[in-house]
């Protein structure tokens, strides 16, 4: 990964937000998540029918606690590839676990998540007091 250090120095919108707009923008990609789950895979469109839940219902935050949670049994049932809400074109990357125990679990990735992935890894950094020109080692 690509950590954009130019981003270190710089605050995005949402650090500097006060509490009313981090709330309505939540809210806003909240709605927009359930949506998009709901359009795009058929394994949310199902479990969301099952409860009667449809994407305009969720009207605050607090309709998080409406939506069904996803679990690996989940992941597992739509191996490999019915869990993803893009098409396979926009999967630059797949991460999967090593089936250990069952069928392994897949997680892909556009290239806007590597983005954004980078860029809270880069809010992180910043976070703890990381500059521009820090070495950083990940070991896992």
Do not use: C
């Amino acid at each position: 990964m690509n950590l954009p250090m130019h981003k270190l120095g710089k605050l995005d919108r949402m650090e500097t937000a006060s509490v009313d707009e981090l709330r309505h923008e939540q809210l806003q990609r909240l709605r927009w998540s359930v949506w998009h789950a709901y359009t795009n895979v058929p394994h949310y469109r199902k479990a969301f029918d099952a409860i009667g839940l449809k994407p305009m219902d969720i009207n605050s935050l607090e309709d998080i606690a409406r939506i069904p949670f996803t679990g690996k049994d989940d992941l597992r049932e739509n191996y490999p590839f019915n869990m993803f809400a893009v098409p396979m074109k926009k999967v630059v990357r797949v991460h999967a676990s090593s089936g250990t125990t069952g069928k392994p679990t897949v997680v892909g990735y556009t290239q806007s998540d590597i983005e954004t992935w980078a860029d809270i890894v880069a809010r992180s950094i910043r976070a703890g007091g990381g500059s521009a020109g820090d070495k950083i080692h990940i070991a896992y």
